[in-house]
């Protein structure tokens, strides 16, 4: 079994910025991709940035240049720095995990964190 814990959410105004945190907890694992998603009120759960165990990214249009995700391989842990939010930002963000044990693999997901961006 695998967990996945976030941190990092909170409020913040229009400009500012917030770094997210998700760590992968468990044994016998090996974590493949790791992406975020995010989902806003009465909308569908995006995807948003996304980082292969190569260290390969991809990102949705509209954070690109603003958002950066990076993985610490060593601690099975996954960033997303966010930088100049905006109040379309704001969304309850989700941590991703294609997990490989033994020859199976699986997907994982957190609890969510909030983001909240202000005008």
């Known amino acids: 079994q695998v967990q996945l814990v976030e941190s990092g959410g909170g409020l913040v105004q229009a400009g500012g910025s917030l770094r997210l945190s998700c760590v992968a907890s468990?044994?016998?694992?090996?974590?493949?991709?790791m992406d975020w998603y995010r989902q806003a009120p009465g909308k569908q759960r995006e995807l948003v940035a996304i980082?292969?165990?190569?260290?390969?990214?991809k990102y949705e249009d509209s954070v690109k240049g603003r958002f950066t995700i990076s993985r610490d391989n060593a601690k099975n842990t996954v960033y997303l720095q966010m930088n100049r939010l905006k109040p379309e930002d704001t969304a309850v963000y989700y941590c991703h995990a294609e997990v490989s044990i033994g020859r199976l693999t699986y997907s994982y997901w957190g609890q969510g964190t909030q983001v909240t961006v202000s005008s």
């Open positions: 468990g044994s016998g694992f090996s974590i493949n991709a």
């Open positions: 980082i292969s165990s190569g260290g390969s990214t």
